[in-house]
């Protein structure tokens, strides 16, 4: 494989990707609730932004109700349990109004469960788990490229036609081996490797059904912030469902 010439055509997306593994360097070393809450925070409001795009949202007290939502977080333990307040409040106005539009629930499903998965998953566990997680990811996403773009032949899913099974597959081994490493720190080697491996697993298929909201809705990115990069939901793609696993996982062994 010639690196260089992968460098060369990737550069811009390469040195984004270096400023923001830069910023979340910068969250892991000052293991600040407040800084971390700050940043998972602009992330989500910009992730609901382009959820509200995708989704062909157009009612723009919802923003409000996202911007609430994050701010109790920040002082609530448990802000996973937030968003079940807010699902039950928006039905039942819908049903008050006679006017019940279930389509208007999805950016309050996607990505709002998922961010606030984030969150909870570090007031619950700290710094170290959303590392883990982290690395899980990143090393699905990263393997997955290099991996598919080496040996990749088999079509993974006609949602993403540049995905092979030989990436999948290569990415989800490389991460779980990384996860393990990780994982084992903290918990017994057979439930860090199965933890790894499944949370791998999850953020590809993250990864696919974000691919499937761009395609419903005629776009190449969820937006255009991140050079070569795209949105913030073509950033968190895969965390959005590999972190619900890791969650469940971790609180279920608590």
């Known amino acids: 494989m010639d690196f260089k010439k992968i460098y060369d055509s990737n550069k811009e997306r390469v040195l984004t990707g270096l400023v923001l593994m830069g910023i979340a360097i910068l969250m892991a070393i000052m293991d600040s609730l407040f800084l971390t809450w700050a940043i998972l925070g602009i992330c989500?409001?910009?992730?609901?932004?382009?959820?509200?795009?995708?989704?062909?949202?157009?009612?723009?007290?919802?923003?409000?109700?996202?911007?609430?939502?994050?701010?109790?977080?920040?002082?609530?333990?448990?802000?996973?349990?937030?968003?079940?307040?807010?699902?039950?409040?928006?039905?039942?106005?819908?049903?008050?109004?006679?006017?019940v539009k279930y389509e208007a629930l999805a950016p309050f499903l996607y990505p709002s469960i998922s961010m606030l998965f984030l969150l909870t998953l570090y007031k619950d566990f700290g710094m170290s788990i959303l590392i883990w997680l982290v690395v899980v990811v990143a090393s699905t996403d990263t393997g997955a490229y290099f991996v598919g773009k080496s040996i990749g032949k088999t079509p993974f899913s006609p949602t993403s036609p540049n995905k092979t099974w030989e990436g999948v597959v290569g990415g989800i081994f490389i991460a779980t081996i990384a996860g393990t490493f990780i994982g084992m720190v903290f918990y017994p080697v057979e439930i860090a490797l199965v933890t790894s491996l499944l949370v791998s697993a999850s953020s590809v298929w993250g990864d696919l059904f974000e691919s499937y909201l761009k395609r419903e809705a005629g776009v190449k990115d969820s937006g255009t912030i991140f050079p070569g990069h795209g949105g913030f939901l073509d950033r968190l793609d895969g965390y959005l469902f590999a972190v619900i696993f890791m969650f469940v996982i971790l609180r279920g062994l608590s």
């Not at 509200?52 to 919802?62: P, V």
């Open 44 to 99: 989500y409001m910009f992730a609901f932004y382009e959820a509200m795009k995708l989704f062909g949202e157009k009612d723009n007290k919802f923003y409000v109700y996202a911007l609430l939502i994050w701010i109790a977080a920040a002082f609530y333990p448990h802000p996973i349990e937030l968003i079940f307040i807010v699902l039950v409040v928006l039905i039942a106005t819908m049903a008050h109004k006679k006017d």
